[in-house]
T-cell receptor, first 115, second 113 residues
């Protein structure tokens, strides 16, 4: 069965520091991959997505992610974190043959930002 | 801007009540989804629909049903609410296979007392 693992439940970084959030997936075919962000009490907003092609994808708010097929990973990065980046981040995979909306989510990583 | 609107942000219902959560999208998307979000469990798919009057069970359909009479509207129904259905419910929509990503509503926080 397909699954998504986000190993870090909670990460705290200092403002201005770099950030990497980890995501590993278990999937039989080439997946569609997504990162979403959720601010407290809000819905999910798409940060970026990978469908095919260049394995380094750029997203909104200065985020990027790199797809590594050999490691089954899709880690999210940002070179300099801002206090407004404090939120919960979800990695997701779209099952083969399904709509991109039929997503399998990781359990999320909560990001706290220290001043 | 694309929009998925959930009818309520907060709901408080009593055990045993029949509860309706409504979701409307204005993007003419074929696909609509209901997820449940709980701390430490991430998002879990309850039901989805690929077309009007069509529905498919997700991972946790027990205790829920859905209705899709019009393309833009997808309702989640709790037939007899229980305290273990206290949760955040998220609706999403997307274009068909090969289309864009899923767009989410703001969520409905349901408390069953």
């Amino acid at each position: 069965a397909q699954s998504v693992t986000q190993p870090d439940i909670h990460i705290t970084v200092s403002e201005g520091a770099s950030l990497e959030l980890r995501c590993n997936y278990s999937y039989g075919a080439t997946p569609y991959l997504f990162w979403y962000v959720q601010s407290p009490g809000q819905g999910l907003q798409l940060l970026l997505k990978y469908f095919s092609g260049d394995t380094l994808v750029q997203g909104i708010k200065g985020f990027e992610a790199e797809f590594k097929r050999s490691q089954s990973s899709f880690n999210l990065r940002k070179p300099s974190v801002h206090w407004s980046d404090a939120a919960e981040y979800f990695c997701a995979v779209a099952p083969y043959g399904g709509s991109q909306g039929n997503l399998i989510f990781g359990k999320g990583t909560k990001l706290s930002v220290k001043p | 801007d694309v929009k998925v609107t959930q009818s309520s942000r907060y709901l408080v219902k009593r055990t045993g009540e029949k509860v309706f959560l409504e979701c409307v999208q204005d993007m003419d998307h074929e696909n609509m989804f209901w997820y449940r979000q709980d701390p430490g469990l991430g998002l879990r798919l309850i039901y989805f629909s690929y077309d009007v009057k069509m529905k498919e069970k997700g991972d946790i359909p027990e205790g829920y049903s859905v209705s899709r009479e019009k393309k833009e509207r997808f309702s989640l129904i709790l037939e007899s609410a229980s305290t273990n259905q206290t949760s955040m419910y998220l609706c999403a929509s997307s274009a068909p296979v090969g289309g864009t990503e899923a767009f989410f509503g703001q969520g409905t926080r349901l408390t069953v007392v």
